[in-house]
């Protein structure tokens, strides 16, 4: 199967401005996620899909390859459907963030290996279990609840399932990695905006509400995305910790 893995990288942040370039132990960020993910064994290609020319030359420089994409989508997934539309001969479209420089190789290789094991999957996505009760119920944490086959049940940003009696369920944290067959993907970009997404400000709702399915795949990886100076701290130490 053809799977290009795309990296969306927006230069603007309201925590962290230029996000994509900060360093971490000596090279810019998207050069870390990008070198992470190429060390998947199941692409045929990685792309850092980018809005701004300094981060294209980060990426270029260091070897990768990168698409110049509009400044202005509303949406991540508007900016995946535009590499998607560029690229014809990819079957699946795995899109990794661009502040996920920890990403693990392996957990890409297996959301591909979901779409060759089910041909009728059009959607995957990630889960890993939560302990901390802080983390539960911080609403920057979105929560996932699955049915007994590992498809989503639904995407939240509350306590879910609310613990009203005591069973010992796990709580799982979603994890903003996603693969897309391509037709579906570009099918879905074009989809109107739902009640429920906008309401939890959570895209992959939309799906859900169209009556799409959405594999989620259980990892124990601990996950340090970079959204704010202390993150970026943290995402350094462990990076000297493996230098």
Wanted: overall charge negative.
């Amino acid at each position: 199967m053809n799977t290009l893995c795309v990296i969306p990288a927006r230069y603007a942040s309201t925590r962290l401005p230029g996000k994509p370039l900060a360093d971490i132990a000596g090279k810019p960020m998207i050069v870390r996620v990008y070198e992470q993910a190429s060390r998947a064994k199941r692409l045929s290609g990685v792309i850092a899909a980018v809005d701004d020319e300094r981060v294209y030359e980060a990426v270029v420089s260091h070897g990768g390859k990168a698409m110049m994409t509009a400044k202005d989508h509303s949406t991540g997934t508007d900016r995946l459907a535009e590499v998607a539309a560029a690229h014809p001969e990819a079957e699946l479209i795995i899109n990794v963030q661009g502040d996920e420089p920890l990403i693990e190789p392996d957990l890409i290789d297996a959301l591909a290996v979901a779409f060759e094991e089910e041909p009728e999957l059009q959607m995957a996505t990630v889960k890993s279990p939560m302990t901390d009760e802080n983390e539960m119920r911080n609403p920057n944490n979105v929560k996932v609840v699955t049915d007994k086959e590992g498809y989503a049940l639904y995407f939240s940003r509350s306590l879910l399932p609310y613990p009203r009696e005591n069973t010992g369920v796990t709580v799982y944290k979603h994890i903003g990695i996603y693969a897309y067959r391509r037709d579906f993907l570009l099918q879905y970009a074009r989809m109107e905006p739902t009640a429920l997404e906008q309401t939890e400000s959570l895209e992959q709702l939309r799906a859900l509400e169209n009556g799409y399915k959405i594999k989620v795949i259980a990892t124990d990886f601990r996950f340090v995305g970079v959204d704010t100076p202390e993150d970026l701290a943290e995402v350094n130490r462990l990076y000297e910790e493996r230098l």
